[in-house]
């Protein structure tokens, strides 16, 4: 991302990687921002397939985005219980 692209993107960044990470998905890539998940009703939170877990944090900071640290967190405050945290495609 050039620095125009973050200059546009800063102020809309949630709302770029939410419409990108939807995109990518629906066209059977893997999301760029991990913005996308499930809850499992009584389980754990679902990411969908992450392109690049090692740069998630700088993916985001390029457009203006807060830590995915603190989008977990908010989800987790979402759902009102503790869970732990998945994520689709990655071995453990």
């Not at 760029?32 to 690049?52: E, N, R, S, Y």
């Amino acid at each position: 991302i050039t620095d125009r692209e973050t200059t546009f993107y800063f102020g809309y960044g949630q709302n770029f990687a939410l419409l990108y990470d939807r995109l990518k998905l629906m066209l059977g890539e893997k999301q760029k921002f991990g913005t996308q998940f499930f809850m499992d009703p009584k389980g754990p939170i679902v990411f969908f397939p992450l392109a690049d877990y090692e740069k998630i944090e700088e993916f985001r900071k390029e457009i203006g985005v807060f830590p995915f640290s603190q989008y977990v967190e908010g989800i987790k405050k979402m759902r009102g219980k503790e869970c732990d945290v998945k994520f689709l495609g990655c071995e453990e």
